[in-house]
């Protein structure tokens, strides 16, 4: 089958499109034959190499999939040979005492389609049958595969984690990626009042377009000064900061006392300056997450089908033109989600 993958670590040159072995299913796995995938940061991550993560090469890249069962195995009951399916990427072992807790994502054997194992870029894949499930309301293949990673990611953080209730307000920065576009749809669909950040005056009108009711350009304003201007002062009540080292410290002085900061990431460094003085005198909570549990991700595909959502794509390439849509991730030029074509 054909596939892209890499055969080493390093940058954009050792991403390849050939052929690779077709894989085999044990008797609990699917295989899907994929017709629509899409980017996350984690590819890049994959590629580059991350600390700790051994990988087998050749190691095909690719977390979120969509397409159609081609085989199920003996003991699969919850999906057929025919059926419109997309996959949870998070795969745990089910048997720890976290999963038994039904807190999947803090296995300590949680890993990640694409991650640990071979993914979605690729004309096949196979997966545990717990993480195969049918296609909800009339989404395409290309919608199928542009949300389950990233909404499962901010459903966790804004719902679970920061409990965002309606007429609450939440800071978003750095919208145009994934997850903070998928946060943005979220924290809307909970009936908060939404405010997000951007470099780009393309990305605040698109998040203006998708709801947004102030949008900052933290090239011409300080978005902590912002803030508290926007507030007399009070802050926000959740903080959603994936930025880490350059927004930490501005992160903390924009919440309300009482406010709830929670983090997926830390792209510009994962040890900043902190303020422990106004955390405790503020009582702010500092939440961290990580992808989501099985539970959340059956309430986010609810949530499409009861709401007919749909995920915020910015384009649409080609798998042998993965290159061309990984350097346009790279250098921050999407707004929502970059989809591969596979069929």
């Known amino acids: 089958m054909k596939a892209v993958f890499i055969t080493e670590h390093g940058g954009i040159d050792k991403i390849k499109f050939d052929e690779v072995k077709k894989p085999v299913i044990s008797s609990k796995e699917v295989l899907i034959k994929l017709k629509a995938a899409s980017l996350n940061h984690l590819d890049i991550w994959v590629r580059q190499g991350i600390p700790g993560i051994k990988v087998e090469f050749p190691h095909i890249l690719g977390s979120d999939g969509a397409g159609v069962v081609e085989e199920a195995g003996q003991e699969v009951k919850n999906v057929k040979a025919g059926d419109k399916v997309l996959l949870n990427p998070g795969i745990s072992c089910n048997t720890c005492e976290f999963c038994s807790a039904g807190e999947h994502s803090l296995c300590p054997a949680f890993h990640l389609l694409g991650e640990h194992v071979n993914g979605t870029y690729a004309e096949y894949v196979k997966a545990p ?3 195969v499930h049918r296609i909800p309301g009339n989404l395409s293949f290309e919608e199928a595969a542009a949300f389950p990673l990233v909404f499962l990611t901010a459903w966790r953080m804004l719902i679970s984690k920061a409990r965002l209730l309606p007429g609450e307000t939440i800071l978003i920065l750095g919208i145009g990626g994934g997850v903070s576009s998928a946060a943005l749809r979220i924290a809307k669909h909970t009936g908060a009042r939404v405010i997000v950040t951007s470099g780009d005056n393309n990305k605040i009108e698109k998040a203006k377009q998708l709801g947004a009711d102030i949008a900052i350009n933290y090239n011409e304003k300080d978005f902590a000064k912002e803030i508290r201007n926007l507030t007399q002062k009070r802050g926000v009540d959740v903080l959603l900061d994936n930025i880490g080292s350059v927004t930490w410290i501005k992160s903390l002085s924009s919440l309300a006392r009482g406010g709830r ?42 949530l499409f089908e009861v709401n007919n959502l749909k995920p915020v794509i910015d384009s649409v390439f080609l798998l042998k033109d993965f290159r061309e849509a990984q350097k346009k991730m790279e250098e921050k030029k999407q707004f929502g989600k970059i989809v591969i074509k596979i069929y």
């Open 129 to 131: 049958f717990e993480n």
């Open 261 to 302: 900061l929670v983090t997926c990431g830390a792209t510009t460094g994962a040890n900043p300056q902190t303020d422990i003085q106004r955390i405790f005198w503020n009582q702010i909570s500092v939440l961290g997450s990580t992808m989501g549990n099985r539970k959340e991700f059956l309430q986010i595909l609810n």
